[in-house]
């Protein structure tokens, strides 16, 4: 072979090298467009702590029994009384036989607040009206006629004031959902009924010469259903790719003139309504899963951020439970492993499919599980025969609250009474361990770096996980470049000779 054939395949090697390193390179930075990218520097929630109580947990036996005396009143800034419903004539009212007053008795909105005012802080508290349960039949006839809103709305503020809340959080589980009973036509309804109520709201400040009423919203984590439940202004809509995050961030979404502030549900993401297994709160998306690309917490916050809404609105949910399953087979049991529904109830909450956390660090404590950590998603599962089990520890938590942090938003429980709020476990080594590690991490401010790394996107997954095969074939041209010039020179030599 001659000297020019050999030059020449060096030439070919060597283009094809730089040509593989150009497509990486493309393909790399595509995949940045309309990624928000992390600032200290904007406008942010100021350490913004909600945390839900459910008038519900106060059934649960023994130790899993909550009621207001077991809040915390300087844990939160803002405390979210769970639930209210409508009656059938569309007024706002209590659900539990015991969260109003008697003649005879106070009852759990008076302790709720008497325990809570005891704080050595300013806090809010709030009403919340609707939830999962509720479904949405009722709010849908409310919302389709203005004097059934204006029966709502009424009521709302009649209720509000008897028991010194400080606003009104609507959790309606969703709106333009069909799934869920609600019709297309709810979407636009919801903001004509955000609007109304804040209003209303104003109306009544300035009349009683009052501070004026909050009025928050717990909304949809998935981009699906937040499409389909809530209006976004058109120019948020059309907004160019050449924009960068601080200017979509100053074209305000629609609520921003109606809504105080706004809580992403980003949590259930996975339960025994899959298949398969899967985490309760992902951080990251798994590479592969094309089907739930957008089921985890950064792509559910990224979302609601570029869509226009300023990270001083914007509350990114936590949860203090996990979700469980039943194995199909004890052979397989990683994540995406197949199942055949719930797996067996906590102790004290006694349901099916879930654990609250001090049950789950209860059977932490115990040698039967076995415990790995996911990588990828970052959190925590623990298995035991055909038993599984996803979670969140104070770390998987504490990385969840430093991608608050990075954005500037605050930060949401669900809920207070699922926290080992009285030290049920050997391990905690203090009340409600779950919800004080994610304050302690608030003090400290992440770094740049420590952003980067955290907010990492879909697409940085994708192509990390490819990182391997892609280096295999560099590896390859690589190795034959270096072939083909350790041959040239042996064929230039023996030329030469």
Request: include cysteine.
């Amino acid at each position: 072979m001659s000297r020019e054939t050999f030059k020449f395949i060096q030439i070919t090697i060597f283009l094809l090298l730089i040509g593989f390193y150009a497509c990486q390179y493309v393909a790399r930075s595509s995949n940045s467009v309309l990624h928000p990218t992390p600032s200290l520097s904007i406008e942010t929630s100021k350490t913004r702590v909600i945390c839900y109580y459910t008038n519900w947990a106060q059934y649960r036996v023994d130790q899993g029994k909550f009621t207001p005396q077991n809040i915390e009143p300087n844990l939160c800034t803002h405390y979210i009384y769970a639930f209210a419903i409508l009656n059938d004539s569309y007024a706002l009212k209590s659900y539990e036989w015991n969260d109003e007053d008697t003649l005879w008795a106070k009852q759990r909105y008076t302790e709720f607040h008497q325990k809570i005012r005891t704080s050595i802080r300013p806090v809010k508290t709030l009403l919340a009206v609707g939830g999962w349960n509720f479904g949405m039949g009722l709010i849908t006839k409310m919302m389709s006629k203005k004097e059934f809103r204006q029966t709502f709305i009424t009521t709302s503020i009649a209720l509000l004031r008897r028991y010194t809340f400080d606003g009104l959080d609507l959790d309606f589980e969703y709106p333009g959902d069909m799934e869920r009973g609600s019709p297309p036509e709810d979407r636009e309804r919801f903001t004509v009924l955000c609007r109304e109520l804040r209003e209303a709201f104003e109306k009544e400040a300035n009349e009683t010469k009052r501070e004026r009423l909050l009025l928050t919203i717990a909304v949809a984590a998935t981009p699906e259903r937040s499409t389909k439940g809530y209006e976004i202004p058109k120019l948020v809509k059309s907004v160019s790719s050449e924009l960068n995050y601080i200017e979509i961030t100053n074209l305000l979404l629609i609520f921003d003139r109606y809504v105080d502030l706004i809580s992403i549900m980003s949590y259930d993401f996975f339960g025994s309504w899959n298949s398969q297994t899967g985490f309760n709160t992902p951080l990251h998306p798994r590479p592969g899963n094309t089907a739930h690309q957008d089921f985890n917490v950064i792509s559910s916050l990224e979302y609601w951020l570029l869509e226009g809404v300023p990270p001083s609105m914007l509350n990114l949910g936590l949860a203090t439970y996990g979700r469980s399953f039943t194995l199909k087979s004890t052979d397989s049991y990683g994540i995406n492993a197949p199942t055949i529904g719930p797996g067996t109830s906590g102790k004290y909450t006694n349901e099916n499919g879930i654990y609250a956390f001090y049950e789950l660090c209860m059977l932490r404590e115990t040698a039967q599980w076995n415990h790995y950590y996911d990588d990828i998603q970052e959190c925590p599962y623990m298995v035991k025969d055909d038993q599984w089990i996803g979670y969140d520890t104070e770390y998987s938590l504490a990385l969840k609250t430093r991608l608050a942090q990075c954005y500037g938003t605050g930060v949401m429980f669900w809920t207070l009474d699922f926290d080992d709020f009285s030290r049920m476990c050997n391990t905690s080594s203090t009340t409600y361990p779950l919800i004080k590690s994610v304050l302690n991490t608030l003090k400290q401010k992440p770094t740049a770096k420590m952003c980067d790394i955290i907010t990492r996107t879909t697409e940085d997954l994708q192509y990390l996980s490819s990182t391997v095969s892609a280096l295999r074939s560099k590896h390859v041209f690589v190795i034959i470049f270096v072939v083909l010039l350790l041959l040239s020179r042996k064929v230039d030599n023996e030329l030469e000779q």
